[in-house]
């Protein structure tokens, strides 16, 4: 298993700007894919976006595409989302997770960060 800690949440204005990190730590990522999900109060998990650790090949939600930009820092064994243009629908609790690229479902997860966007 992966141990995944997010920060960064917090509160900001519509239009404002919002950087999450994710330190992972327990195994070595070259395997995996890591991604961020999100759940608003009172509706499913959702997918955010996703990237590979090995090739960096990344994919989103199309409700983000645009607007969140997802990166890993190999040094730090770290993952981040750069989230831009924050509109109050995107707020949720964000989690980072992680999956091994040959299993489909994600099996490690973090504990969730809050973001709160005002309008």
């Known amino acids: 298993q992966v141990q995944l800690v997010e920060s960064g949440g917090g509160l900001v204005q519509a239009g404002g700007s919002l950087r999450l990190s994710c330190a992972a730590s327990?195994?070595?990522?070259?395997?995996?894919?890591m991604g961020w999900f999100r759940q608003a109060p009172g509706k499913e998990r959702e997918f955010v976006a996703s990237?590979?650790?090995?090739?960096?090949?990344?994919r989103y939600a199309d409700s983000v595409k645009g607007r969140f930009t997802i990166s890993r820092d190999n040094a730090k064994n770290a993952v981040y989302l750069q989230m831009n243009s924050l509109k109050p629908e995107d707020t949720a609790v964000y989690t980072c997770?992680?999956?091994?690229?040959?299993?489909?479902?994600?099996?490690?997860w973090g504990q969730g960060t809050q973001v709160t966007v005002s309008s």
């Open positions: 997770a992680a999956r091994l690229i040959i299993v489909r479902d994600f099996g490690s």
């Open positions: 327990g195994r070595t990522l070259s395997s995996y894919v």
């Open positions: 990237i590979s650790w090995s090739n960096g090949i990344t």
